[in-house]
T-cell receptor, first 114, second 114 residues
Framework: KAGVTQTPRYLIKTRGQQVTLSCSPI?????VSWYQQTPGQGLQFLFE???????NKGNFPGRFSGRQFSNSRSEMNVSTLELGDSALYLC?????????????FGSGTRLTVV | AQSVTQLGSHVSVSEGALVLLRCNYS??????LFWYVQYPNQGLQLLLK??????LVKGINGFEAEFKKSETSFHLTKPSAHMSDAAEYFC????????????FGTGTQLKVEL
């Protein structure tokens, strides 16, 4: 069974640009969550999608947005990039409703804003 | 709101020695608790999870954790450390108010010395 796939693995962007990150969950998983990891703030929840609907949102500015497609693949977008957006962005998928509460994470996308 | 606290940002043990990584939680309801490990430039790998089925939870790679309600703790242990255990370990609690948000501790960097 393939794991959670995040693309790209590494990304360098310039301040003010926008970026789109992609996450393909484990087959059959309908819940996809996004987290930001930085040395200063640690792991912080961004948002969660389930069946194409945002079900939960963290405390991030509106520049951070996401969506989920009918095949459960998810994208997150960050507009008007700031230097502080440099981070490892992690996606996690979960099989909702079957009692298995384990979240499987992808390898992440390392975003560097210069 | 649920939260977790990891005591000790860095722990150093000798190879073959006991590993003990501490996690205390704060929750007004029975929590779902997790331990994840992160190797350099990788995502998070689930070690084990507590979902109220049993207080002693066995995970992968010889790790286990015991849920102690009276102490609000969920410490991670391994009887004998191996060099390959060197990594960063995160304790996390899942929110119970709808959605699947994980709240992480600040992490403990485990160093294993010869």
């Amino acid at each position: 069974k393939a794991g959670v796939t995040q693309t790209p693995r590494y990304l360098i962007k310039t301040r003010g640009q926008q970026v789109t990150l992609s996450c393909s969950p484990i087959s059959g998983h309908r819940s996809v969550s996004w987290y930001q990891q930085t040395p200063g703030q640690g792991l912080q929840f961004l948002f969660e999608y389930f069946s194409e609907t945002q079900r939960n949102k963290g405390n991030f500015p509106g520049r951070f947005s996401g969506r989920q497609f009918s095949n459960s693949r998810s994208e997150m977008n960050v507009s008007t990039l700031e230097l502080g957006d440099s981070a490892l962005y992690l996606c996690a998928s979960r099989s909702d409703g079957d009692g298995n509460y384990g979240y499987t994470f992808g390898s992440g996308t390392r975003l560097t804003v210069v | 709101a649920q939260s977790v606290t990891q005591l000790g940002s860095h722990v150093s043990v000798s190879e073959g020695a006991l590993v003990l990584l501490r996690c205390n939680y704060s929750s007004s309801v029975p929590p779902y608790l997790f331990w994840y490990v992160q190797y350099p430039n990788q995502g998070l790998q689930l070690l084990l999870k507590y979902t109220s089925a049993a207080t002693l939870v066995k995970g992968i790679n010889g790790f286990e954790a015991e849920f102690k309600k009276s102490e609000t703790s969920f410490h991670l242990t391994k009887p004998s450390a191996h060099m390959s255990d060197a990594a960063e370990y995160f304790c996390a609690v899942r929110s119970t108010g709808g959605g699947n948000k994980l709240t992480f501790g600040t992490g403990t960097q485990l160093k294993v010395e010869l």
